[in-house]
């Protein structure tokens, strides 16, 4: 038991640790997971670590909870998946939670405003360089049903307001019949 505590002990301070002083995104603290759980303590190999990070970034969720949970797991049951998410989600958190209670008097000093108004406009610019970049992979795929699915997409939240859920819907259901089309016409062939 003494040995599954110290297991315990240190992948929550690991991942606390981790998640505490890492600023960007998901993939820079995998990154730093690799460092210590596979270099640092050998806990899982190389290839494992390239599998879980696979399968953390399938899954749906934020990659560095599915990878902590995913580390947590391999190394120390359904304990150790807790408290390797639970050393990861904390130090966010916990900062937002104060940055909450004092949002009044961080956004009242003018640096803080200024830097709070600049990364509005870097999430902007990043999501606007997603958009095109996934946008230009769309437009460029020989079949034309994604262009109009992304069209339909659009115009009906855009113009009709029609909830973003029914839209989802709609595009997977689409998406299953398109998918279906297409293997019965290569199974045909």
């Given amino acids: 038991m003494k040995k599954n505590s110290h297991i315990y002990l240190t992948l929550f301070l690991s991942t606390f640790q981790l998640s505490a002083f890492t600023i960007g995104s998901g993939f820079i603290i995998i990154s ?3 460092k210590k759980f596979v270099e ?3 806990w899982i190999d190389e290839q494992e670590m390239l599998d879980l990070t696979a399968i953390a970034q399938s ?14 797991y391999r190394t120390a049951s359904y304990i150790g ?12 958190l916990i900062v937002i ?16 405003s200024v830097a709070l108004n600049s990364m509005q406009a870097g999430v902007a610019a990043i999501i606007c360089d997603v958009v095109f970049t996934m946008g230009a992979s769309t437009f460029q795929d020989k079949r034309k049903l994604p262009v109009f699915i992304f069209i339909g997409s659009f ?22 019949l398109d998918s279906y089309r297409q293997r019965s016409k290569k199974e045909s062939e």
Avoid: K
């Avoid at 899954?59 to 947590?72: D, K, T, Y």
């Avoid at 998946?81 to 966010?92: D, E, K, R, Y």
């Fill in 97 to 112: 939670t104060v940055i909450s209670f004092f949002y009044d008097v961080f956004r009242s000093i003018e640096i803080i």
């Fill in 81 to 92: 998946a807790f408290l390797a998410v639970l050393g990861t989600i904390l130090p966010p």
């Fill in 59 to 72: 899954s749906p969720g934020a990659i560095v909870v599915n990878a902590a949970f995913l580390i947590g």
């Fill in 32 to 34: 730093l997971m690799r």
């Fill in 40 to 42: 640092q303590l050998h």
């Fill in 155 to 176: 115009l009906a939240s855009e113009f009709f307001n029609v909830n973003a859920i029914v839209i989802i819907l709609t595009c997977g259901l689409i998406g299953i």
